[in-house]
């Protein structure tokens, strides 16, 4: 299969639906909100450019925003617990079925992505703010069968 999976999901207007979508499920949810006490409305566009480049499009959360040490670096101090992570990935599924319904192998192939980003945004969150994670190496890419790099 030749197509990105940022194709796939409708490009960066799929993106900013699909964020859209899921904050709005995660700021009405009382486990999360302490969580996402400093939420602002830039993070929503973060995430979809973030989520652009890791599908395959445009590099511009490395050219913009800091690139993957950045995106790990937002993640310090915030102490998710499982229960925090199950919740988030719920509404997560619940944004992918609204934004991109009927289907279901897409929306499985991106919770795969969530699924293993989230463990990875969990277990940075146990490290205190400021802690120096050295180099994590270039953001991930992701395509129809997992993990490209
Ligand atoms: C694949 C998994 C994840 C991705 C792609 C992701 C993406 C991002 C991005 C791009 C930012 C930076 C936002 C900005 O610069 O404004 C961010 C910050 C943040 N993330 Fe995540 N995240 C993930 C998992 C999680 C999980 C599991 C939680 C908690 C349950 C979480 C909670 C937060 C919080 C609280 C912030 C900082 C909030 C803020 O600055 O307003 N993230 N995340």
């Known amino acids: 299969m030749d197509s990105s999976l940022y194709d796939d999901v409708g490009g960066l207007d799929g993106l900013q639906r699909l964020s859209k979508a899921f904050y709005d499920r995660v700021l009405a949810d009382e486990l999360l909100v302490p969580v996402f006490a400093h939420f602002t409305p830039t993070h ?49 599924a619940d944004a992918i079925n609204e934004v991109l319904p009927g289907r279901p192998e897409l929306a499985r192939t991106l919770m795969d992505y969530f699924d293993w980003g989230t463990a990875i945004a969990q277990d940075v969150s146990q490290n205190p703010v400021g802690t120096d994670l050295g180099d994590p190496g270039p953001t991930p890419r992701w395509g129809h069968q997992g993990l490209v790099h």
């Open 44 to 92: 929503l566009d973060h995430v979809a450019i973030w989520l652009t480049e890791v599908f395959g499009g445009p590099a511009d959360f490395t050219a913009r925003l800091g690139g993957h040490q950045a995106l790990l670096r937002s993640h310090l101090g915030l102490g998710i617990r499982d229960e925090h992570r199950q919740r988030w990935l719920d509404h997560m």
